[in-house]
Nanobody, 124 residues
């Protein structure tokens, strides 16, 4: 059974940093593309970042230069380092896994497995 569990969310002030973690079981993190998505109140879920099997990354324009996605194969965990947070980053953040994918694919859709989400709230 595949399970994704996010952690690290919380309340932060604008300009601060948070690091989200996504622990995966039942699936090897290096065998899939791993993505982060977010959903703000009243809005649709949107793509944030992805890391491919080969380690290439892709970001939404709204977070590029502020957020960094990374992966620890030994811990089977994916991270999202969020710097210079803005109030518009407030959302529930979800990690997701996409399998199968080609080695350097960085998909923004078509994910098979999802976590339960973690709330991030940024105050101005």
């Amino acid at each position: 059974q595949v399970r994704l569990v996010e952690s690290g969310g919380g309340l932060a002030q604008a300009g601060a940093s948070l690091r989200l973690s996504c622990a995966i079981s039942g699936l090897t993190v290096s065998s899939c593309a791993m993505g982060w998505f977010r959903q703000a109140p009243g809005k649709e879920r949107e793509f944030v970042a992805v890391i491919s099997r080969g380690g290439t990354t892709s970001y939404a324009d709204s977070v590029r230069g502020r957020f960094t996605i990374s992966r620890d194969n030994a811990k089977n965990t994916v991270y999202l380092q969020m710097n210079n947070l803005k109030p518009e980053d407030t959302a529930v953040y979800y990690c997701a896994a996409a399998v199968p994918t080609t080695y350097y694919a960085t998909p923004s859709r078509g994910y098979n497995y999802w976590g339960q989400g973690t709330q991030v709230t940024v105050s101005s």
